[in-house]
């Protein structure tokens, strides 16, 4: 881990840039690899040493900064706070706390609408599950759609990958992918159990996204789930849609438990798009009149098909459990959850370890 | 909306099918959840998985099954027990799905399981399928989780006319 206070320019910038927590003071740290009289030399861009690799810049555009602190004793204090999460190394367990309670607050069945289509604020839900001020948070200015933190539920240090409806209603963006990637990474890599809170519309589609690699960054994030050893509950909060669910680690990824709230729906897209896919030639047939009449009909069957109660009759998820039962619900699976062995399965084979590699083939030389 | 539906399905399901309860009575025997009471320890926590599965009929609550994972003397332990109210415990379309279930989770917790048999055999009516998670549970996973071998498992069979099926050769 490193904490920024000044500057770290060019080749220095890479040690930085090569620890899980980057932690920088606004204002003062800095992070480039060309200074900004290089740049116009080179480029011919005119730009402050601010905008060009400036804290906020690194913390809220680029994602080279993880946490970005007021002063430099805002930063120590948050060097101290990250290195209470973790093990001395990762062949131990984080050290546990003692348990406590809950921020009181309004309960999660006031929080999270059963209307889909309304909005909430994952921090306040994240506030009535985890331990009160234990949350700790990861790129909180980078890519908001997706919350990355450590928390202790019942003492027990865990972290925690969320969808936040707020920012663009939770979809899963390039960006996003790339930083739940990274911290679910992390969280296998130092034996913290991870938590998902999923509220997500799926990933976001169109040409900017496409091109700028969106399947390529998603994939690093289900890649980072599914290779994941640590125990992983992964809670339906409300709507999962399409392949969101596979990011947020949904049933078909083998979690330790995969839990609905009541709220929760889950389907391969909202009712509005899924009519509108599977009845347009049929819609477009009916007269004007009878239209909307009709996509309403088919938009509540849709909704009584992924009715979360057949899907737990299904056993599609291992259980539904009401908001005021979660934090219990997730403290006692995670407590369970301690002697779970599991190994990734090149984990079992060492590539050193293989037997009858073939030789490389000797390097040809060509002579002019 | 609010829970309230959540909490009511909850209730229905938690009392086993409600019209053979007395009958238990009648025979003497505890119910699934009392002697799962008397089992554990003491204000230690059940966490019980699938509690909802197949909800959608009225008869089969839980399908039949309990399982999940509490403590016992103090030790972590996943459990299986048989529903007697419902179907005379027999196994349903999910039943069997639900203890492959935690014959696997007790492998990864690496646990005792503990088997608290009351069921009398496979469900007549119950749609026979081919698949491995719907009709074999003791051919393959018993087998190979026990002769992989690395946490006890035990049976206690409620009912002296129907013994447990053995799990492993004797």
């Known amino acids: 881990m490193c904490v920024l206070f000044g500057p770290s320019p060019a080749g220095s910038a890479y040690l930085p840039a090569l620890t899980d927590c980057v932690i920088m003071v606004d204002g003062k740290a800095s ?50 706070r990250y290195l209470s999460f973790m093990p001395q190394s990762y062949k131990e367990r984080p050290p546990a706390r003692e348990s406590r309670e809950a921020e009181p607050g309004r309960s999660i069945e006031e929080i999270v609408p059963y209307d889909q289509r309304k909005w909430f604020d994952m921090y306040e839900l994240i506030a009535r599950v985890v331990d009160a001020g234990s949350f700790f948070e990861i790129k909180r200015l980078f890519a908001p759609e997706v919350i990355t933190g450590f928390a202790r539920l019942g003492g027990r240090a865990v972290g925690i990958v969320a969808n936040q409806p707020k920012v663009k209603g939770g979809v899963l963006m390039v960006d996003s992918s790339d930083k739940a990637a990274r911290f679910i990474s992390l969280c296998n890599a130092f034996n913290l159990p991870l ?88 819609i477009m047939e009916l007269p004007e009149g009878e239209r909307a009449a009709y996509v309403q009909q088919k938009r509540e069957e849709y909704v009584q098909d992924v009715d979360i109660y057949k899907l737990a009759s299904e056993m599609l998820v291992d259980g539904i459990i009401a908001g005021s039962e979660l934090r219990g619900e997730l403290i006692k699976r995670l407590g369970y959850a301690e002697s779970k062995q599991l190994e990734f399965p090149y984990d079992a084979i060492p590539y050193r370890r293989c037997e009858g590699r073939a030789e490389p083939p000797p390097p040809v030389i060509v002579i002019q | ?65 309990v399982t999940g994972v509490g403590r016992v003397g103090g030790r972590t332990v996943c459990i299986m027990a048989n ?74 069979s409620s009912d002296p006319l129907r013994p447990a099926r053995p799990i492993s050769p004797r």
């Open chain 1, 195 to 282: 938590v998902y809170l999923a509220d997500v519309p799926g990933f976001m589609v169109g040409t900017k996204v496409e091109r700028a690699g969106i399947i390529r960054h998603g994939a690093k994030m289900v890649f980072a789930t599914s290779q994941a050893t640590v125990p992983k509950i992964s809670v339906v909060v409300r709507k999962c849609y399409g392949a969101g669910l596979y990011a947020m680690c949904g049933p078909a990824f083998e979690p330790d438990a995969a839990l609905s709230l009541p709220q929760g729906q889950i389907a391969i897209m909202g009712p509005e798009p899924a009519v509108n896919a599977v009845y347009y030639n049929k």
């Open chain 1, 31 to 80: 992070l480039y690899v060309g200074s900004p009289r290089m740049v116009e030399m080179a480029v011919g861009e005119k730009v402050s040493l601010e905008d060009l690799g400036g804290a906020r810049m690194h913390c809220s555009v680029s994602g080279c900064g993880d946490i970005l602190a007021a002063s430099d004793e805002e930063a120590i204090e948050l060097a101290k």
């Open chain 2, 83 to 156: 529903d007697y109210t419902v179907k005379a415990g027999s196994w349903g379309e999910k039943t069997v799905a639900k203890i492959v279930r935690i014959q696997e989770r007790a492998q990864r917790l690496q646990v005792p399981l503990l088997y608290l048999v009351d069921a009398a055999g496979a469900a007549s009516r119950s749609r026979s399928r081919s698949s491995r998670a719907d009709s074999t549970p003791d051919a393959s996973s018993t087998t190979r989780s026990s002769s992989q071998g690395s946490s006890p498992r035990c049976a206690s």
């Open chain 2, 1 to 65: 909306m609010s829970d309230e539906r959540y909490f009511k399905e909850r209730a229905r399901i938690e009392q086993g099918h409600a019209k053979y309860r007395a009958k238990l009575t009648e025979e003497g025997k505890l119910f699934v959840r009392d002697r799962l009471q008397l089992l554990l320890d003491p204000g230690s926590e059940f966490q019980e998985d699938f509690l909802f599965a197949r909800n959608q009929e009225v008869d089969t609550p839980a399908d039949g099954v």
